[in-house]
């Protein structure tokens, strides 16, 4: 079965991601530079980005011009870092005038991602800028000796639309890979005869988390584990000793965003190595939080972008023992992973963000939300809008999908977003 899933994904990615092998090609022959040969290289991807965006993109165009920076005729580091951040709500705003025209790309991929407190950002993402970050994401698989075609274990999320899902299994079957988006202990057992011939864990680390407790007394042998990769949820130290434990390996973490790409991949010696072919990083000096500068993003781009999460760098300094001298994210402190408590069951509270996506395309309703959760099997949700019938029972109908033992309230006209500090789609009070 190797080779035929290794067939079908060179088969599948010629036809969708024709440019993925030029840039592994290339990834892979640059990983090993200097730190001064990466730098240059960075450099000069951030100028031609910058030029680009002020060339064709109205809104950056305008922010360049209200700094007097341009980047055509007198580029400089220092005068590109006094144009203002760019925020998610910018994204989301200036939409259209961030787009540059899609005239200019034979293939363009139609992108969504939410906010933190529920906001919707939906974009365009070019073919090579997409082909990109997933061969990002395969010269990290190849530290690992692992490789896309890989059999997975994915824990991620999916839509309850019937079409979609469908659509679904046979993007999942065309890469090798089953999912799970449940804390269900019942589901979470039955994978027990599928787990020793996985060859790659991904996704919420909180729920590989939970699938090395159920596991721990069960004696599985991984004897065909490559990786364990943990994504969009903070990996606590505790994580990585059950994993050790059962899966014979640590959570390894990926960093990245939707709209960013992929930021930083660990190496098997526990650096996150920051991605510097494809993402330019800052540091705000006031609260720490990273500053990111997407260099592929022709479609979409996002200068200067200030992505929410606070971060830990190494000094200049360090060095790490695996040989590659491209720059190192100790922690990403601020990106935690809260869990939503049911009476009997937890949940991931990225699930908030699967209920109020799959009622926007499926009903084409933009509902702003924060969740609260006071009291162990009770949750609160506060929207901004009003509550009318038909949104109670679009919200109810859709949770009883996901959640199985929890009592849901719903509060309107709550202005949440005027709470200072990052907004976040989900708070727990609970200690």
Not at 22 to 32: D, F, G, M, P, V
Not at 42 to 52: D, G, P, V
Not at 368 to 390: M, N, R, S, V
Request: with cysteine; charged share 25%; aromatic share 14%.
């Amino acid at each position: 079965m190797g080779q035929f899933h290794k067939w079908l994904f060179f088969k599948g990615a010629k036809r969708r991601n024709p440019s993925i092998f030029q840039h592994y090609t290339s990834l892979k022959a640059t990983e090993n530079l200097s730190f001064e040969e990466l730098n240059e290289l960075n450099q000069e991807r951030l100028k031609a980005i910058s030029i680009f965006a002020f060339q064709h993109s109205p809104f950056y165009k305008r922010r360049f011009e209200e700094v007097g920076f341009n980047p055509i005729d007198d580029w400089s580091l220092r005068g590109f870092q006094t144009v203002p951040y760019t925020e998610k709500s910018d994204l989301i705003q200036f939409n259209d005038d961030i787009h540059t025209p899609a005239s200019f790309f034979e293939k363009r991929f139609f992108v969504e991602t939410s906010g933190t407190s529920g906001e919707i950002l939906t974009f365009h993402r070019d073919e090579s800028w997409d082909s990109f970050n997933r061969a990002a994401i395969w010269r990290g698989y190849s530290w690992y000796n692992a490789t896309p075609w890989d059999r997975k274990l994915y824990f991620w999320g999916y839509n309850t639309a019937t079409l979609k899902r469908l659509k679904l299994r046979l993007l999942d079957f065309s890469v090798n890979r089953f999912r799970l988006f449940d804390y269900d202990p019942a589901k979470l057992k039955k994978l027990e005869t599928s787990l020793q011939e996985v060859e790659i864990i991904e996704g919420y680390s909180s729920m590989i988390y939970e699938l090395a407790c159920l596991m721990e007394d069960k004696k599985v042998k991984f004897d065909q584990l490559k990786l364990v990769k943990g994504t969009s949820e903070k990996v606590f130290a505790h994580y990585q000793d059950i994993a050790k434990k059962v899966y014979g390996t640590k959570i390894t973490n990926e960093y990245g965003s939707t709209e960013s790409g992929i930021i930083a991949f660990e190496c098997p010696q526990g650096s996150m190595h920051i991605n510097m072919e494809g993402v330019f990083v800052e540091q705000d000096p006031e609260d720490l939080g990273i500053v990111v500068t997407n260099l592929q993003s022709f479609s979409f781009p996002s200068i200067r972008y200030k992505l929410g999460d606070q971060i830990e760098l190494e000094p200049s300094s360090f060095q790490c023992s695996c040989g590659m001298k491209s720059p190192v994210i100790r922690e990403v402190t601020g990106r935690i992973g809260k869990k939503i408590l049911g009476e009997n069951r937890n949940y991931p509270s990225l699930t908030l963000y699967y209920i109020f996506k799959n009622i926007y395309f499926n009903q084409g309703l933009k509902i702003d939300f924060q969740a609260h959760q006071y009291e162990k099997g009770k949750l609160q949700i506060w929207l901004k809008e009003p509550i009318t019938p038909d949104i109670e029972r679009l919200i109810f109908e859709e949770s009883k999908a996901y959640f199985h033992d929890l009592e849901i309230s719903l509060i309107e006209n709550h202005n949440f977003r005027e709470q200072g500090g990052k907004l976040r789609d989900f708070i727990s009070h609970l200690s």
